[in-house]
């Protein structure tokens, strides 16, 4: 690894440890290997770190559905890198500290917006899947939107229950969230935001029963939206995002942070958008600070006008080109009946990396 790498990753473990007291760390129950055992060990419950009270007697109660959450915080982290894949912050987890994003989420940006979101929706998703999957006791399929079938149609299979993967992510995830400050309103409403995107995409899935595909029996069942279809979503929200700013209140419990739009020509924000009150860093150079990795030597598109495109990626420095002999399949045959026969190639390719 390079030494300003190095120093960088140095620096980000610090700053990520510096900054434990108000993060979210429970996630890096995502990356490691205790979330696969936590069904059996309920006593695991206790070392998993960042647990505020409320969650830790949510994991010793429910300890049968913690898997499912930590798969749904792993299942929006994987879909965070997927959006940003081709962005400057591309999403990027540290496996060997707790803060997983170092400090990246420190500051209420964009970023911090859509992280919260995407992992609060991911909880939902996951949980509601296991439910209708069976894997859990304390949930199942969804009974209450079963009304009369339609035409050429009726219910059948098991309905997912959103509402309930919807309630154990707010439960669960919204629990540190009870400050009385700013930051903990915008996480607030970004978690809720990620969550009702699930809500609103639901929809009705079908499957036709009968002899030669004829349809002749066709059953529908309720179903959530595919995770990367929700991802899209939030990641379209990412982009409009309201700024806001902070507002001061005194309530009988003390001073209280509000947030209200910072520009009023604009439409207000809904509880289905994204909202952010900190400008975000360029993320062009390495820094430990604000958590930038820089874009050196990542891949950029050559051909491409966009964020992805090597002059917006590479920030106007330059890029470097070097090929790649890659072996992939080709002249592939059908052959009757039941197998496909390829041969192997080797194609040579450019590869164009930020410098």
């Known amino acids: 690894m390079e030494p300003h790498l190095l120093r960088l990753l140095f620096g980000l473990l610090l700053s ?55 798969e749904g915080v792993k299942l929006g982290i994987q879909e965070c ?5 081709g962005r400057r912050w591309n999403c990027t987890t540290i496996d060997d500290s707790l803060a997983i994003f170092g400090p990246v989420l420190d500051k209420a ?27 859990s006791t304390l949930c199942g399929c969804d009974s209450h939107h079963k009304g009369p079938p339609g035409e050429g ?31 903990s309103a915008m996480n607030k409403h970004n978690n809720e935001a990620g969550r009702t995107t699930i809500l609103d995409h639901m929809h009705l899935k079908c499957k036709c029963h009968g002899l030669s595909g004829s349809c002749e029996v066709k059953t529908c069942w309720w179903a959530q939206p595919d995770f990367r279809a929700v991802g899209d979503l939030l990641k379209d929200k990412y982009d409009s995002a309201s700024e806001m700013v902070v507002e001061k209140h005194r309530e009988s419990r003390g001073w209280v942070e509000t947030l209200r739009a910072k520009y009023a020509l604009f439409k207000p924000p809904t509880e289905r958008d994204l909202v952010y009150y900190e400008n975000s860093p360029n993320f062009c150079e390495p820094n430990a600070e604000t958590g930038s990795f820089g874009t050196r030597d990542r891949t950029c598109n050559i051909t491409s006008h966009g964020i992805d495109g090597c002059d917006l990626l590479c920030c106007g ?11 992939e399949k080709c002249h592939c045959v059908f052959h009757w009946c039941c197998y496909v026969s390829c041969q192997e190639c080797i194609r040579i390719y450019d590869v164009h990396t930020c410098k």
């Open 16 to 70: 990520g440890t510096r900054a434990l007291a108000g993060y979210p760390i429970w996630w890096s129950l995502a990356l490691g290997q205790q979330y696969t055992s936590l069904g059996s060990q309920p006593l695991l419950c206790g070392s998993i770190p960042g647990l505020v009270p409320k969650q830790l007697r949510f994991c010793r109660n429910y300890i049968e559905i913690m898997p499912s959450v930590a």
């Open 81 to 85: 890198q997927h959006q940003f894949r």
């Open 109 to 135: 940006t964009r970023e911090s917006a859509f992280v919260h979101a995407i992992a609060s929706a991911g909880v939902a998703f996951a949980v509601t899947r296991s439910c209708a999957e069976g894997t």
């Open 153 to 183: 149609w009726k219910w059948g299979g098991c309905s997912e229950d959103a509402d309930f993967g919807v309630l154990v992510s707010r439960e669960f995830a919204d629990a540190r969230e009870n400050r009385p400050d700013a930051r």
């Open 317 to 327: 420095r330059g890029h470097n080109t070097r090929t790649e002999q890659r072996k």
